[in-house]
């Protein structure tokens, strides 16, 4: 299993916002705002549910990609910039389709709008390292 799809499993059985997966897709989407590889392991391993773990997820801007349908869009434009989509929410689920002018529409659905949205774009992103 690749990274990605190892990405998209976890997030695919997530019940809500994760900031560790947060960190995760910022390194995906914007691995240059990390000053090396170091720290974005230090980002991505780090397990701490306290203040400080907040504070310097904060501090470097991850946003809330799996919290917020508006960081989840931003993950979307920023990886994905030529795809469109859409998303929608029922009760306790949301979910999302997203394409590319000539090509197939990626689904996802997840226990969120912003989930589900997020789910779509890495199994895009998986879609692509399989072809």
């Given at each position: 299993m690749t990274a990605l799809a190892d990405l998209l499993a976890r997030v695919e059985k997530m019940a809500g916002p994760d900031r560790e997966i947060?960190?995760?897709l910022h390194?995906?989407?914007?691995p240059d705002d990390f000053d090396d590889a170091d720290e974005a392991d230090w980002y991505l391993n780090f397990?701490?549910?306290n203040n400080a773990s907040r504070y310097h997820f904060d501090?470097?801007?991850?946003?809330?990609?799996?919290?917020?349908?508006?960081?989840?869009?931003?993950?979307?434009?920023?990886?994905?910039?030529q795809h469109v989509g859409r998303?929608?929410?029922?009760?306790g689920n949301g979910e999302a389709q997203?394409?590319?002018?000539?090509?197939?529409?990626v689904n996802?659905?997840?226990h969120s709008p912003a989930l589900a949205l997020v789910a779509a774009v890495l199994k895009?992103?998986?879609?692509?390292?399989v072809t």
């Open positions: 947060d960190a995760a390194a995906l989407a914007r397990r701490g549910a501090l470097i801007g991850i946003p809330r990609y799996t919290g917020t349908v508006d960081g989840a869009l931003r993950f979307c434009k920023t990886v994905l910039p998303i929608g929410f029922g009760a997203i394409w590319r002018l000539s090509e197939m529409p996802a659905v997840g895009a992103l998986v879609a692509k390292e």
